[in-house]
């Protein structure tokens, strides 16, 4: 293998599940080298060890975290795209593996900036974020199983009683007896799956009560354990953003901006960053905007917001309390500060 020691590289590498592609620009932006490698630990690690120090791309995916550290590790600058930056990449009407790797080289080489450059969680984030995502997981297999139920119910002319999903493992009885034989396993796999679900839930809350930087989030109305945590685990570094207002554009709760000209249309929010944490912030607004939110400030300009009109009006207000949830969140991280429902004082009326 040539070792291009007295040029400036660049490689981009189009990650693959199993075969990746990688293509190396020399300093004048020639292609000195393409070749496929396996997505594995060995492969990767080998082919980087032999060259000399060079910035390499990668487009974020599941691998690319594993692969970040290997290729850093072997002494190389390692830059990974965000997805949403590269649509050159999604939209090219020849899109192959190995066209990939060019691109995300000459988009290396140009300017790494315009990539917006994604930053992977430390260890002891990950695992925390992995306990999260894990009990979301057994939440959606066990509502797919009470869908399941309630729907072959119905067929029957039957129904079962609403109730909370915790509860409706002891449902058995509600169950017609010719069903019970072929639903019974599924509602053994509900009571099991509540079981694991609280288990998550006592190990998250023990998480939070025992982080000296997530304890002042659970002092805000409507915020829990899960939330809080998922917060400082998904931001895990606060020094990020320039305050509040730009940690929760980096969730992806404030609006997209198309102008030109004199046109200046109100759009929808971005939708970028972490959507777990997004939809957590989103039911805590709902929450603090329902019959069960205790009275605060947030609470009472959210409810003005959602009283000036029109049919998403509604909707428009939870996104914003949501929004705004973020940005107090991210001061009583930084500040170690407790949530005051009223920080200037309980209004008169």
Known sequence: MTNYATETMTCGLDLGDKLSYVCLLDGSGEVVEETRLRTTQESMGTFFARH????????????????????????HEAIVANARRVQLISQNERKTDRVDAELLARLGRADPTLLKPIQHRTDDAQ????????????????TLLINCVRGVVKTVGARIKSCASDAFGKRTEEIPESLRPALAPMMDQIRKLTAEIRSYDKQIKGLAEGAADIAPLLT???????????????LEDPTRFRNGRAAAAYIGLVPRRSQSGGLDPQLRITKC????????????????????????ELKRWGLKLAERGGKNAKKRAVIAVARKLAVILYRLWTTGQDYLPFPKGRPTV
Request: aromatic share 6%; glycine share 8%.
């Open 127 to 142: 695992k925390d974020i992995v306990l999260l995502r894990a009990r979301a997981a057994l939440m959606r297999a066990r």
């Open 52 to 75: 000399a120090p060079m910035r390499v791309v990668l487009e974020v995916s599941s691998h690319s975290r594993w692969v970040q550290k290997l290729v850093t590790k072997a002494g």
């Open 273 to 296: 960053g972490d959507s777990y944490l997004r939809q957590l912030l989103v039911n805590c607004a709902q929450y603090i905007l329902g019959p069960f939110g205790s009275d605060s």
């Open 220 to 234: 805000t109305t409507g915020v829990g354990a899960l939330t809080a945590v998922a917060f400082v685990r998904t």
